[in-house]
């Protein structure tokens, strides 16, 4: 790597099964292809952790909920769905409920599905609407080479972007103004994945 020697180094990677040395190489180089197949390969090998990374960062949130999911994150999952994936709260809630329920009946029965109390999501289908309205966008995600035009998706409020028009997103032409482009990135790297450890083998369904 210190003589730039990036695809020896990737096929080294490889055969090494240093799944951390590939996702930081393909980070790196913006390589969604070498991410994809990271991604499948860490999902056979029951590395949750670096799997979930790799998915997420390709915008297959999907796929992060089902790892969330079947690795027994019940609660995550939710949150994540409230987050990202609100077409999944109600499926996830109840997942979590009957899970909890085993432990702490009373603490289960405090969980609200929105199905069952739409009163306590008030914004619930607006934020379904966002949902659609940003799929496409995170199924085509922007070239790497667009990171630093993109705006941070701290900064971005989707709702209002679904309101006021078109499916583009702002991204910054450098000059202070702010551009639009049809494909924009959700920037998943700013979001920190550090406290869900998906690898704990206290937490794990078959790991």
Known sequence: MTQ???GLALECLHHAK?????????????????LAKLAETTSEAGKNNIAFTANFLLGRLEVCLDILISTGRLAEAALFARTYLPSQISRTVKLWKENLSKANTKAAQSLADP?????????LQSALKAEDFIKEERENLPPAS???????VGDRNVI?????????????NGDGD???LDLSDEDLQDVD???INLDDEEDLLGD
């Open 193 to 195: 994945t550090e406290g």
């Open 115 to 123: 199905t069952e109390y739409e009163n306590l999501f008030p914004e």
């Open 146 to 152: 667009e990171y630093l035009k993109a705006t941070p």
């Open 4 to 6: 730039c020697q990036f």
């Open 160 to 172: 209002e972007e679904m309101l006021s028009g078109p499916v583009r997103a702002p991204v910054n």
């Open 178 to 180: 702010e551009i639009n």
């Open 18 to 34: 240093d799944y951390s040395g590939l996702l930081l190489l393909a980070t790196s180089a913006g390589d969604a292809g070498t």
